[in-house]
């Protein structure tokens, strides 16, 4: 049987910025269903955003839009059995997977920061995502290198 174009799901714009991709990364930062909590982490992340910025013209929301882009990964390495032999193929990813893995990436580097509460975290490493540095930026870039080390098999692609 052929694989059938899944439908995108729809997401609700948040109370605040009326942003629909807001509530996405609020759904990825949410733990045992506790969405009022990540809404709070994520809104005084922002605050704090805006405390750090200083001169920079942008929004808190602009900030953290750019933080995912420089984040977000196009290409990645999948594995494949070839005649005994794991191999490593390099594959772009598509739009949609593109923002989840870019805001799993910025989440999961956030949890592992030295700063005292969650928020405080998740602010340090938007900001420093937006300055293009950081863990998430490394990880990304290491993602970007295993396909470049593996372009030899991405005629191995199907």
Same mark, same amino acid.
């Given at each position: 049987?052929? #694989? ?11 109370? #605040?910025? $009326?942003?629909?991709? !807001?509530?996405?990364? +609020? $759904? ?5 269903? #506790? ?16 405390? +750090? ?23 990645? +390495? ?10 490593? !193929? ?46 998430? !930026?490394?990880? #990304?870039? $290491? ?6 080390? $593996? ?8």
């Amino acid at each position: 049987m052929r #694989k059938t174009n899944k439908k995108s799901k729809v997401y609700r714009p948040d109370p #605040k910025f $009326n942003e629909p991709l !807001v509530t996405r990364f +609020v $759904n990825h930062l949410m733990k045992s269903g #506790k969405k009022s909590i990540a809404y709070r982490i994520f809104y005084s992340a922002m605050k704090k955003i805006d405390l +750090v910025k200083g001169k920079e013209e942008k929004t808190s929301l602009e900030i953290w839009k750019d933080g995912l882009k420089n984040v977000m990964p196009h290409i990645e +390495v999948k594995s494949r059995r070839m005649g005994g032999a794991n191999i490593q !193929v390099p594959i772009p990813i598509s739009p949609n997977n593109k923002i989840t893995k870019a805001m799993k990436l910025l989440i999961s580097c956030a949890a592992i920061r030295n700063e005292k509460t969650m928020s405080d975290k998740l602010a340090f490493e938007i900001w420093e995502a937006f300055k293009e540095q950081g863990e998430a !930026v490394k990880r #990304k870039e $290491n993602i970007h290198k295993m396909a470049e080390a $593996n372009k030899a098999f991405s005629h191995f692609r199907f």
